[in-house]
């Protein structure tokens, strides 16, 4: 028998990949184009935004279970591209034009159950742990305002109230401060709910800063790194 040209081989293998992968293709989660146009709206979006994030977020439909075992993967005709998740099950969509124009799918290749995904607006973490008072009160205006941009209907008569810092797999209860100086803290109620208001987790060890609670100038530190940071509206 005559031996195949190693380059054959390597060709062979180049084409059977994508081919191979439509067998593990995995549970469909939704469409790449969906996703993007929503996402999109935020790239475009052109008031402040400096302190928040717009991402893709995987809900269980399920609301005992968790997103343990759970793989995210972008799968298109020529290609795959796996996503990470954060502990609240946050991947911020990369942009690919190949994957547009493809029509790509966004796929669970782990853990079988059933998904849905939200966009999500969310507070940026800071490194130091530590928030002024006022960049939130900032951070949850620039929040709603793009909110109404995305949705005026529903957020029309929304006002911000607070911001809600989350503790994913928090084993004890988190400390989050409220300072004047730095000679004086005064820790905030920790509770159980979800990350989010219309979440249907509510399983989180979560710290909800009230702004009309404390005075007007000020530090949140958070001697416990939250997850998430959330907007409140009322």
């Known amino acids: 028998m005559n031996p195949v040209p190693a380059f054959v081989i390597v060709f062979l293998l180049l084409v059977a990949d994508p081919v191979a992968s439509q067998s593990d293709v995995g549970e469909w989660i939704g469409s790449y184009r969906n996703a ?37 993967s972008l799968l298109g005709h020529s290609f795959h591209v ?12 990369p942009l690919l034009k190949a994957a547009y124009d493809e029509n790509a799918t966004l796929v669970n290749r782990g853990k079988a159950m059933q998904l849905t995904t939200r966009p999500r607006v969310s507070i940026r973490l800071r490194a130091d ?15 709603l305002n793009f909110l109404r941009y995305r949705d005026e209907r529903s957020y029309r008569d929304k006002k911000c109230a607070g911001v809600r810092f989350s503790y994913v797999q928090a084993m004890a209860d988190p400390l989050v401060q409220f300072r004047h100086s730095e000679h004086n803290g005064k820790a905030l109620t ?6 989010y208001s219309d979440d249907v987790v509510a399983q989180y060890r979560t710290v909800t800063y009230h702004f009309s609670d404390w005075p007007e100038k000020g530090q949140l530190v958070t001697l416990t790194a939250p997850d998430v940071i959330a907007p409140v509206f009322e």
């Open 36 to 72: 993007y146009s929503e996402m999109i709206r935020f790239e475009k979006y052109g008031k402040a935004k400096s302190f928040i994030l717009y991402q893709l977020q995987l809900v269980p439909r399920d609301q005992t279970a968790t997103l343990s075992g759970v793989r995210l």
């Open 82 to 93: 796996d996503l990470p998740l954060d502990l609240a099950g946050r991947t911020t969509l």
């Open 129 to 143: 742990g530590v928030y002024d008072s006022q960049d939130l009160v900032i951070a949850c205006d620039q929040a």
């Open 190 to 195: 920790v509770s159980h709910g979800p990350a």
